[in-house]
């Protein structure tokens, strides 16, 4: 109980943090996104094949069977190789191994790293929003942070989008939807954007929510 | 005698269901693939096997399922786009 609201206190300033950061400099710190996720990664594939190979000696944490720690590791092997066809290997075997063999916690962890890792490489999510819901499903792999995420960046991104744009909304769905068939999505720096509010202080509001009033 | 009922298409049925409710997108690709291959397999049966109604059943909401969420995908797509900047 104690360590548990520890623990979210300490991941609530972390999302704190992050949301003035990404409002102030429109970018997040690697120390703070891609070396948790490095280390939320590797200690998967110790854990998963370490369980596999001494079961009496390791243990996976949170209930997590041995399964949904290697499925985590394969999903990690995946953004590790992103930048090649490779990737689709472990991506797949990671999805493979969650759906048939792991938990619902497992699950909801593999399929947010993979998702965030597809959204991002499309260019939906930047890389930094990615890392960010990729470390709050692994802290806490539960499918009602995934909803709410959703939730938060679908009710926020519709109200904002209904208020500023209005009537002229269609005209835009129309041009994103045709460069999206055109293999390419507009350009999001702030200039093309049509609102480019930061998605950081979204996801961490979402998340906040989930610490505070659902778990 | 009674007739036994594929066992396929009682799956593709519960993955097609799972596919509109717990497990998107999945099991929707799951209950398609079973019930394509439940009605094969009924039909081949020469009558032996009943349950060609129950995969047509997974067959249509599997379709429904993927349906639902290239959709939902689309309209999620394009409102990111068009309102966050990415980080």
Excluded at chain 1, 47 to 66: H, K, N, Q, S, Y
Excluded at chain 1, 108 to 122: D, K, Q
Aim: charged share 10%; with cysteine.
């Amino acid at each position: 109980m104690g360590f548990s609201l520890i623990a979210r206190v300490l991941v609530s300033a972390w999302l704190v943090y992050l949301a003035i950061v990404d409002v102030r400099r429109s970018s997040l710190p690697h120390w703070a996104t891609t070396i948790p996720v490095l280390i939320i990664g590797g200690a998967a594939a110790v854990v998963g094949v370490g369980e596999l190979i001494f079961p009496t000696v390791l243990r996976a944490p949170l209930d997590w069977g041995v399964y949904d720690a290697l499925a985590l590791a394969l999903a990690f092997l995946a953004i590790l190789l992103s930048d090649t066809a490779a990737a689709l290997v472990p991506g797949t075997a990671a999805v493979a191994l969650a759906a048939a063999l792991g938990s619902a916690q497992g699950r909801t962890a593999v399929f947010g790293w993979l998702v965030s890792l597809a959204m991002s490489r499309a260019g939906v999510f930047g890389a930094g929003d990615a890392k960010v819901i990729m470390i709050l499903l692994a802290l806490y792999p539960d499918p009602r942070l995934a909803g709410i995420l959703l939730a938060a960046c679908g009710v926020v991104g519709t109200v904002l989008l209904v208020r500023k744009v209005g009537g002229a909304a269609p005209l835009l769905v129309q041009r994103v939807v045709k460069d999206g068939l055109a293999g390419s999505l507009p350009a999001r720096t702030g200039e093309e954007g049509v609102i480019a509010i930061p998605l950081t202080p979204v996801l961490a509001a979402g998340a906040l929510i989930y610490l505070w009033l659902v778990v | 005698m009674a007739k036994k009922t594929s066992n396929l298409a009682v799956w593709s049925l519960v993955s097609s269901i799972l596919g509109v409710t717990g497990l998107p997108i999945i099991g929707s690709i799951v209950g398609l693939v079973l019930g394509y291959m439940a009605k094969r397999e009924t039909d081949a049966s020469g009558g032996a096997l009943e349950g060609r109604g129950l995969a047509k059943a997974g067959i249509i909401i599997g379709w429904i399922g993927v349906g639902i969420f290239t959709l939902s995908l689309c309209a999620f797509v394009v409102i990111m786009v068009l309102t966050f900047r990415v980080s």
